[in-house]
């Protein structure tokens, strides 16, 4: 027995909250770190418009009765700042009585929320989280119960940019070093290569190795007040040792190993998600020469094994 139960602190009801058309429709599920210091969770891919249904059960101990103030069922939106969180919001909220005051008499209760709109895809970062998800609220006058379950929600928009382009930069000190480099485009899916080359036109320091790094950079807050949380996803070694004038580098890194997203921009206004390639040259006494250039990233129904029309054909038929 635990020690809330032997005080008499312990929950007064089970509640569980089941969706009833996971297995229906043999939905997908994903492996999810909602929180980043939790193991992964096995969460249910939901689309765009698609309704949100299934059953709440709440279950008083044996012998005991459980009086509340009203039962409701809620689909939310939700996007939550951890360092601000007068700027956290609900987007969405959705909500359906299940039980008028009293004594809980049924203990299972079906919900279905149709054409539920999910215009933005879930996000688990450092600084924000964007989720969906079903909540129970069994208000009462001691304290509500309060139960959440988390769908997943994806977007699989190729971007606008109908013409990728190839990114080229340059890395100089005058008269000691001159590097340039060349990427085949600026835009990738997250199942991508990146491929590109770079040339080492002057080299008169002694360069001891170079790495390419992708970067995910958070940004929250408005303007002038506006929060950075930056992580590196990858490094990726290109070369050790001393290059030489005229030396040319291949480069070739496969995105699907990482754990990447696609890019997010000024997403309901509260925060953007942007991703870099961060090309760095360390010489022999550790000093860094760096040159970054933003790519944008996106998801395709492929990238998740899933069919290209999958979006077109998992709206709501209600």
């Known amino acids: 027995m635990s020690v809330a139960s032997l005080f008499g602190f312990s929950a007064p009801a089970d509640v569980k909250i089941q969706l009833t058309d996971t297995d229906e429709h043999q939905r ?18 939901y689309f765009d418009r698609e309704p949100v249904r299934g059953k709440v059960s709440v279950k008083v101990g044996q012998g005991k009765r459980l009086e509340h103030n009203g039962i409701r069922v809620e689909c939310v939106g939700s996007i939550v700042i951890f360092n601000d969180s007068s700027q956290s919001k609900e987007f969405l909220c959705l909500s359906q009585e299940l039980a008028a005051p009293g004594e809980v008499l049924q203990p299972t209760m079906d919900f279905e929320f149709r054409n539920v709109e999910k215009q933005y895809e879930c996000y688990y970062g450092i600084n924000v989280q964007l989720r969906y998800f079903v909540r129970v609220i069994v208000a009462r006058r001691m304290g509500n119960l309060v139960k959440e379950l ?8 190729p971007p606008k940019e109908a013409i990728p382009h190839s990114i080229k930069m340059e890395v100089g000190i005058e008269d000691c070093l001159h590097i340039e480099f060349e ?42 007040n506006t929060y950075n949380e930056s992580e590196t996803v990858s490094k990726f070694e290109i070369m050790d040792g001393a290059p030489v004038r005229g030396e040319v580098i291949p480069i070739r890194l496969f995105l699907g190993g990482y754990d990447l997203t696609p890019t997010f921009r000024d997403v309901n206004k509260r925060f953007s998600v942007r991703y870099y390639l961060n090309l760095v040259l360390y010489d022999e006494e550790n000093r860094r020469y760096y040159k970054q250039q933003e790519i944008f990233l996106y998801r395709l129904p492929e990238d998740d094994g899933l069919p290209k029309d999958v979006e077109g054909t998992n709206g709501d038929a209600d």
């Open 150 to 157: 988390d769908i997943l929600v994806r977007s699989y928009h």
């Open 183 to 224: 990427y085949n485009k600026s835009t990738y899916h997250l199942k991508d290569v990146i491929v590109g080359k770079i040339f080492f036109l002057l080299v008169r320091i002694k360069i001891k190795h170079m790495e390419l790094c992708i970067v995910r950079r958070e940004t929250t807050g408005f303007a002038p």
């Open 28 to 45: 997908k599920t994903f492996e999810v770190a909602i929180q980043r210091t939790q193991p992964r969770e096995k969460i249910p891919l």
